[in-house]
């Protein structure tokens, strides 16, 4: 669960995380200092989502590529052995 939470919505709110932290900030700095707070209501909504997409997209892309092994490696699915739990795992084609 921790893993689709790190990789699809983190990166898909992160903009939209900072946005509104700089909209509270920038609030209490309107009210200390005067002037016009901006409005969260009024911010760029489709901009932020499409950055959202476009970072979640890029996490997902670089996992992709950092994870994995040789194409020519063969997979062993998870097994037990001697009463204990094997991962699943990649091993190197043997000639």
Known sequence: MSRIVFTYIVPFLLPAAVYAAWVWYRTGYVARHGGEAP???QGPWPLLLFV???L???VLAGA???RGGSPDATYVPPHLEN???VPGHLE???P
């Open 92 to 94: 190197p084609k043997t």
């Open 64 to 66: 992709a590529l950092m």
């Open 52 to 54: 959202g997409a476009v």
């Open 39 to 41: 409005r969260l209501e």
């Open 56 to 58: 979640a997209f890029a």
């Open 83 to 85: 009463g204990q739990m």
